[in-house]
């Protein structure tokens, strides 16, 4: 069965220090990668995606970054972070043509202090 | 390019009782998909109801079921027999068939349950 991990579930960082967060699937191959950002109580807004290793799509310029070294990796981040980058950051796949919704990482809650 | 409003950013219900939250949507593409999902306390994301724009049937999940309208561009989500389990934000979002462009999520509606 496919899952997907997320990690850390939460972190607690300095303005200023870097920030790395991990989402892998297991299970599939090939997935679409996506990264969002919930402000809190508020909705998803969508910050990277990617279709295939080394592809990478930035919806939100900011200070944030994503990478994905392998076919099932996604990372994200940041070489300094700001007081405005706090929030929950989700990780979700789905596979190009199934049409069958995203599968959601349980998520990273960022604060940064 | 696919935009959703979601025009109740609070809603609340009895229990056992029933509520539908509205959702309005626009997308470039001619054929879609459209998603209902549930946040609980938890954060973490459920899909609830899929439907298909070419589909007139309304989809029905147990207690979910969609009113689509395709002309109107409107997907509203009722919930039937409202549980305290029910209680979370929900999100509307469409996807084009085309799947160049990723899931656009409305703001949201948090839907409270009173026993």
């Known amino acids: 069965s496919q899952t997907i991990h997320q990690w850390p579930a939460t972190l607690v960082q300095p303005v200023g220090s870097p920030l790395s967060l991990e989402c892998t699937v297991e299970?599939?191959?090939?997935?679409?990668l996506y990264w969002y950002r919930q402000a809190a109580g508020r909705g998803l807004q969508l910050l990277f995606y990617?279709?295939?290793?080394?592809?990478i799509s930035s919806e939100v310029p900011q200070n944030l970054s994503a990478s994905r070294p392998q076919d099932r990796q996604f990372i994200l981040s940041s070489k300094k972070l700001l007081l405005s980058d706090s929030g929950f950051y989700l990780c979700?796949?789905?596979?190009?043509?199934?049409?069958?919704?995203?599968?959601f990482g349980s998520g990273t809650r960022l604060t940064v202090v | 390019a696919q935009t959703v409003t979601q025009s109740q950013p609070e809603m609340s219900v009895q229990e056992a009782e029933t509520v539908t939250l509205s959702c309005t949507y626009d997308?470039?593409?001619?054929?879609?998909?459209l998603f209902w999902y549930k946040q609980p306390p938890s954060r973490q994301m459920i899909l609830v109801i899929r439907?298909?724009?070419?589909?007139?049937q309304n989809a029905t999940e147990n207690r979910f079921s969609v009113n689509f309208q395709k002309a109107a561009k409107s997907f509203s989500l009722k919930i039937s027999d409202s549980q305290l389990g029910d209680a979370a934000m929900y999100f509307c979002?469409?996807?084009?068939?085309?799947?160049?462009?990723?899931?656009?999520f409305g703001k949201g509606t948090r839907l409270s349950v009173i026993a």
């Open positions: 979700a796949w789905d596979i190009q043509g199934a049409r069958v919704g995203y599968t």
């Open positions: 299970g599939t191959s090939n997935p679409n």
């Open positions: 990617s279709v295939g290793i080394g592809q």
């Open positions: 997308t470039s593409e001619s054929d879609y998909y």
């Open positions: 439907q298909e724009a070419y589909k007139q």
């Open positions: 979002a469409p996807y084009g068939n085309s799947g160049n462009t990723p899931l656009v």
